[in-house]
């Protein structure tokens, strides 16, 4: 079963400027989830979909944070301007659905510098 | 409201020895709990979960965890570890899929 890709992989870019990324969910999973997770710290929830509509974005920093996910299946997160403290592994995970038991699957994460 | 502590952010063991990694958790209703195991460039794998059935949850890799009510404890135990373990582990509560809260992790280094 292919899991949840991710890329890119790295990136680099300088306050001001924007970066998006890109999420492929595992085939069929309904759940995608974003999140944050800064150095030394766990994984924060940024925004939640189920099929293409939000289900959680409460902890998005909406004036510059931004995510779609069109056609319920793969998902881009975006940022503009970024901030130095927007340096993090950004981590995209899928479930087969919303249940509080659900098993998540996490891709391996963009690691973004903010320089 | 709901929060998870984790009380080591690094342990160390030597290969065959025990591991204890220890987790505390926090909610005033009956959660599900869940370890995940993270390797360097990997993504997140989940290890074991708790969701209200038995109390002694056993994992994979050999890894176990017992929830204990009394003590709002979520332990993870391993009899022997091997260099392969060596990883950062989360402990996560949850009390639905909207609201999964993880813990700051804890490194495990393991020794030959």
């Known amino acids: 079963e292919a899991g949840v890709a991710q890329s890119p992989r790295y990136k680099i870019i300088e306050k001001r400027q924007s970066v998006a990324f890109w999420c492929n969910p595992i085939s069929g999973h309904a759940t995608l989830y974003w999140y944050q997770q800064i150095l030394g710290q766990g994984p924060k929830l940024l925004i939640q979909f189920q099929n293409n509509g939000v289900v959680d974005d409460s902890q998005l920093p909406k004036d510059r944070f931004s995510a779609e996910r069109l056609k319920g299946v793969d998902s881009t997160l975006k940022i503009q301007p970024a901030k130095l403290e927007d340096s993090a592994v950004y981590l995209c995970a899928s479930s087969l659905d919303l249940g509080a038991n659900e098993k998540l699957f996490f891709g391996s994460g963009t690691q973004l510098s903010v320089l | 409201a709901q929060s998870v502590t984790q009380l080591d952010s690094h342990v160390s063991v030597s290969e065959g020895t025990p591991v204890l990694l220890r987790c505390n958790y926090s909610?005033?209703?009956?959660?599900?709990l869940f370890w995940y195991v993270q390797h360097p460039n990997k993504g997140l794998q989940l290890l074991l979960k708790y969701t209200s059935a038995a109390t002694l949850v056993k994992g994979i890799n050999g890894f176990e965890a017992e929830f204990k009510k009394s003590e709002t404890s979520f332990h993870l135990t391993k009899p022997s570890a091997h260099m392969s373990d060596a990883a950062e582990y989360f402990c996560v509560v949850s009390r639905s899929a909207r609201q999964l809260t993880f813990g700051s992790g804890t490194q495990l280094t393991v020794l030959p």
């Open positions: 909610s005033s209703y009956s959660p599900s």
